[in-house]
């Protein structure tokens, strides 16, 4: 799997585990709904600003994110 896959299934599985829809989670980063389908499914790259908010909003780890750690 490479990261944009991963990266994508990470971005879903905590955007669930949060209870929040895509459209949920485009309103607290500032981006359209589309977006964030796109990157959950590796379509398109997520800005680094993007994944370091992504990372706080989660309480995790770009590495994470990633997919460098477990």
Known sequence: ??????LGFRIAQL???NG???KQLADKLNVDNTTISSWE???NDVPT????ELAKLFDTTTDYLLGLSE
């Not at 799997?1 to 991963?6: F, H, P």
């Not at 600003?49 to 370091?52: D, E, N, Q, R």
């Open 1 to 6: 799997m490479n990261y944009k896959n991963i």
């Open 15 to 17: 955007r669930k585990e």
């Open 20 to 22: 929040w829809t895509q």
């Open 41 to 43: 499914l590796g379509k």
């Open 49 to 52: 600003a993007i994944l370091v």
